[in-house]
């Protein structure tokens, strides 16, 4: 029988997660104090069976830093020129992960540079144009495409042809401002 103190290291390794803060931690385990679970965590970063990227936050050795990234600062999503440039729609050489939240702020997680940009908070509240894969969350390529022009007007784009024009359309409304709405028409129609 595997010993007691195993059981998180365990149960965090039997699930699809590749990140797990305290907060969830203390939530998984209510009957084991905050200082113990944070002795058990710190004694498998030291054995090497963990990683501990950020305070407050460990990590399989092979982790996800896209949900990294969307744990650290919640609530988020990945978009801007993170997807536009994996979707094709620029063509801008960059590994760095951009994200939407409710503050501005980079930072440096083991050479990953994370960009969270601030929107407006009815903005970041609607889900539509938002796929969510276990804790990490990501703008379609239009929703991207939006995010992008509602915070820069003046950006340029490689390749719009691979965009849905009616899912732009049909998200474009959340934004409920009339100069967004009047550069999206301007380059649709180009």
Request: charged share 20%.
């Amino acid at each position: 029988m595997i010993g007691s103190q195993n059981k998180i290291l365990l149960d965090f390794y039997a699930s699809k997660a590749t990140v797990i803060s305290m907060v969830q931690l203390r939530l998984m385990y209510p009957d084991l104090t905050s200082s113990v679970i944070a002795l058990r965590m710190n004694h498998y970063v030291k054995s090497g069976r963990l990683l501990n990227p950020r305070k407050g936050f460990y990590a399989k050795l092979a982790y996800n830093p896209l949900e990294l990234a969307c744990m650290l600062y919640t609530p988020t999503y990945i978009s801007l020129d993170y997807v536009l440039r994996k979707a094709g729609v620029i063509f801008q050489y960059g590994e760095e992960i951009t994200l939407i939240s409710y503050l501005n702020r980079e930072i440096d997680v083991d050479g990953n540079i994370i960009t969270y940009n601030r929107i407006k908070g009815e903005i970041m509240a609607d889900t539509r144009g938002i796929i969510q894969d276990g804790n990490v969350n990501t703008a379609s390529p239009e929703r991207a495409f939006l995010d992008t022009l509602y915070l820069n007007a003046n950006y340029y784009f490689d390749n719009i042809s691979i965009l849905n024009k009616e899912t732009i359309e049909e998200l474009l409304p959340m934004y409920q401002c009339k100069r967004l709405t009047e550069r999206v028409n301007k380059i649709l129609k180009q």
